[in-house]
């Protein structure tokens, strides 16, 4: 259960110093309404800082979620994780794949990812970690809005994503169907939306919501988890919305890493 009145942050992290490609996401709720904001910006100081800063200041955040790589310590992470492994094995020809810490660009995102945990900690009232599975003391996770998405969907290969337009291909089948709704209506019961998610279309608000929407998965806590102690988590929706095809390739996966490789949070 979670407080009547609230709201939970999602920021899509991008790398760029030059286009608004980042985008920070504060989904709110009422015991009758829920909406959100979205503000975009650079990956450059102090207009990261000062986005992040319109959108935390005065909010007590229940859980905030980053679409970049994470661990515990906030440092550079420079391997291929189990998170990664779990998430591409068998899954990659249906729903994509993560990025990998260990690349170049990995790298990169998660130094904007860290930089973002940083602000938002600075300026931004963020409850303790209640969740199983946590990396720091405040409520702080990982979301991969490709993955998210896709591990809800019946079959993702008839949609014919490609690349450069998965997340977002992914993103309108489940709003036109009413799926993003649902999940909201099942994490916070018997609200009205002040918007329709088929209104968001620009794919770094898209994205950003969608790590809104993972943070307030474990906000209710129910969610699922994929990952390990050393090099962090990714989270996944709540198990009985994963498509049971999804999950049993995730359980294969789980199969070959260490145990709790696939954690059902709480």
């Given at each position: 259960?979670?407080?009547?009145?609230?709201a939970?942050?999602?920021?899509?992290?991008?790398?760029s110093?030059?286009?608004?490609?980042?985008?920070?996401?504060?989904?709110n709720?009422?015991?009758?309404?829920?909406s959100?904001e979205i503000?975009?910006?650079?990956a450059?100081?102090?207009?990261?800082?000062q986005?992040i800063?319109?959108?935390?200041s005065g909010?007590?955040?229940?859980?905030?979620a980053?679409?970049?790589?994470?661990?515990?310590?906030?440092?550079i992470?420079?391997?291929?994780?189990?998170?990664?492994?779990?998430?591409?094995?068998r899954?990659?020809?249906l729903i994509?794949k993560?990025?990998?810490?260990?690349?170049?660009i990995?790298?990169?995102l998660?130094?904007?990812?860290?930089?973002?945990?940083?602000h938002?900690?600075?300026?931004?009232?963020?409850?303790?970690?209640q969740?199983?599975?946590a990396?720091?003391?405040?409520?702080?996770?990982e979301?991969?809005p490709?993955s998210f998405?896709?591990?809800?969907?019946?079959d993702?290969?008839?949609?014919a994503?490609?690349?450069?337009?998965?997340?977002?291909?992914?993103?309108r089948?489940?709003?036109?169907?009413?799926?993003?709704e649902?999940?909201?209506e099942?994490?916070l019961?018997?609200?009205?939306l002040?918007?329709?998610?088929?209104d968001?279309?620009?794919?770094?608000?898209?994205?950003a919501f969608?790590?809104?929407l993972?943070?307030?998965c474990?906000a209710?806590?129910?969610?699922?988890?994929?990952g390990?102690?050393?090099?962090?988590?990714?989270?996944?929706p709540?198990?009985?919305?994963?498509?049971?095809a999804?999950?049993?390739l995730?359980?294969?996966?789980?199969n070959?890493?260490?145990?709790?490789?696939?954690h059902?949070?709480?």
């Amino acid at each position: 259960m979670v407080a009547t009145d609230g709201a939970v942050i999602g920021i899509d992290v991008g790398c760029s110093p030059t286009r608004r490609s980042s985008a920070i996401c504060r989904l709110n709720w009422t015991a009758s309404l829920v909406s959100w904001e979205i503000n975009r910006f650079r990956a450059s100081e102090p207009e990261r800082e000062q986005a992040i800063f319109k959108s935390v200041s005065g909010h007590q955040i229940t859980v905030a979620a980053f679409d970049g790589p994470l661990r515990r310590g906030f440092d550079i992470i420079g391997r291929y994780r189990t998170a990664e492994r779990m998430l591409t094995r068998r899954l990659r020809p249906l729903i994509g794949k993560p990025g990998q810490s260990s690349a170049p660009i990995g790298k990169s995102l998660n130094h904007h990812s860290n930089e973002c945990v940083r602000h938002v900690v600075t300026h931004g009232n963020v409850q303790d970690a209640q969740h199983s599975v946590a990396i720091d003391s405040k409520a702080l996770v990982e979301a991969f809005p490709s993955s998210f998405l896709g591990l809800m969907i019946g079959d993702p290969v008839a949609l014919a994503a490609r690349r450069g337009d998965r997340s977002d291909t992914f993103f309108r089948h489940l709003a036109a169907i009413g799926c993003l709704e649902s999940l909201i209506e099942y994490c916070l019961p018997g609200r009205q939306l002040s918007t329709d998610p088929n209104d968001i279309v620009n794919h770094d608000d898209r994205a950003a919501f969608v790590c809104a929407l993972t943070a307030l998965c474990v906000a209710v806590g129910d969610f699922v988890a994929v990952g390990d102690d050393i090099d962090g988590w990714i989270v996944l929706p709540p198990g009985r919305l994963i498509q049971p095809a999804q999950w049993d390739l995730l359980s294969q996966n789980a199969n070959e890493e260490a145990a709790g490789a696939l954690h059902i949070g709480s």
